[in-house]
């Protein structure tokens, strides 16, 4: 064995708690209002309803029938980390089960999200723990000692992940944000929040949408005067 078949990298360092309280708060659905980064392919969806996590990424790189590399990081990584798994363009076989989320939950992780189907969906509703993937799948992954990438550049659903970038999972979906936009992001969002919040008090209290979006004043300009 090569020093290439396994690719060890260290454990990013946490990202300000204060700020993931804040992003926590958000909705990944009103951050897609303005920013265009970080969008995993919306097939990655909560295995079980209502989760939502804010937490500093940790990665994975796993080759298709193997989840040697998975099995050993998981006593890696520390407490209120969030694991994001690349399977390298695999779709069929499901390297995240029972075992894998009852020592994923003793180690306290946020949660975890996989670029692939998951198993044992009963077990991780059995522990509660917040999980994101492709759907379930019964054809699971071995241990055949293939290699693999920890704390290494990954695609989850098409976007771009590197170990440390923030992670907003919740029903809607997953969104990964690199540290440097994540104070922008937060203000934004936070601005975009407060701003939805009058909006929808506007509309209860008898406010047309598309008189307050605008919508409607478009369709007359191009709609007046025809018969």
């Known amino acids: ?10 454990v990013p360092e946490r990202i300000d708690q204060a700020k993931l309280d804040r992003l ?3 909705e990944t659905a009103t951050i897609g209002h303005f920013y265009h980064f970080g969008f995993a392919d919306p097939a990655i969806q909560s295995v079980l309803p209502g989760k939502i996590v804010a ?3 940790t990665t994975l790189a796993i080759p298709g029938l193997d989840s040697t590399l998975l099995h050993h990081c998981l006593a890696e990584v520390g407490e209120g980390y969030f694991m994001a798994v690349d399977r390298l363009g695999d779709s069929k076989y499901a390297c995240w089960g029972g075992g894998v989320t009852r020592m994923a939950a003793l180690k306290g992780l ?3 999200c996989v670029d692939g189907p998951h198993t044992d969906t009963a077990e991780i509703e059995e522990q509660g723990f917040a999980m994101w ?3 379930a799948s019964p054809v699971t992954t071995r241990l055949y000692d293939t290699g693999g990438g920890f704390n290494v550049p990954v695609s989850i659903g098409g976007a771009a992940v590197l170990p440390g970038y923030a992670v907003l999972a919740d029903p809607s ?3 990964f944000i690199a540290p440097e936009d994540l104070d922008a992001v937060i203000e934004q969002g936070e601005a975009k929040t407060e701003a939805g919040r009058k909006n929808e008090a506007k509309i209860t209290a008898g406010t047309y949408l598309g008189e307050m979006s605008g919508a ?3 369709v007359r300009a191009k709609t007046e005067g025809q018969a």
């Open 24 to 26: 926590a708060k958000l």
């Open 133 to 135: 993937s492709r759907g």
């Open 173 to 175: 979906g997953v969104l």
């Open 216 to 218: 409607t004043r478009m």
């Open 110 to 112: 946020a949660g975890a």
């Open 55 to 57: 937490a500093t990424v």
């Open 1 to 10: 064995m090569t020093n290439l078949t396994y690719k060890m990298n260290a």
